[in-house]
């Protein structure tokens, strides 16, 4: 299974971002995988942004990123979203998709067994 993550970029604060990952490999079906995005800032440790599994169940982490984070996923297009909407500079990080197959929705990374490259995110003030 590869993720291909991409829509990172420069914003301003209080700017909106969307960011995707997009599955591919044999052995991905979208109806049997939980996706998530981490991130982790310069210097600190990787944190847990939002997940979803195929049936819609839904978290998020980040209290920062709580009302202003929503991820979402085209099952037909083995893709998982991420907006982000009114940025500030503390959400300036490299953002990871990832993905295992299962229902659950997990919050810790090394629950999740497949991971995108990044994408980074810079929220200028």
């Known amino acids: 299974v590869q993720l291909q993550t991409s829509g990172g970029g420069l914003v301003q604060a209080g700017g909106s971002l969307r960011l995707s990952c997009a599955a591919s490999?044999?052995?991905?079906?979208?109806?049997?995988?939980?996706m998530g995005w981490f991130r982790q800032a310069p210097g600190k440790e990787d944190e847990f942004v939002a997940a979803?599994?195929?049936?819609?169940?839904?978290?998020y982490g980040a209290d920062s990123a709580k009302g202003r984070f929503t991820i979402s996923r085209d099952n037909a297009k083995d893709t998982v979203y991420l907006q982000m909407n009114s940025l500030n500079p503390e959400d300036t990080a490299v953002y990871y998709c990832?993905?295992?197959?299962?229902?659950?929705?997990?919050?810790?990374?090394?629950?999740?067994?497949?991971w995108g490259q990044g994408t980074l995110v810079t929220v200028s003030s």
């Open positions: 979803m599994n195929q049936r819609g169940a839904k978290a």
């Open positions: 490999g044999r052995t991905f079906t979208a109806t049997t995988w939980t």
């Open positions: 990832a993905a295992r197959s299962s229902v659950a929705v997990k919050t810790t990374s090394p629950w999740y067994d497949y």
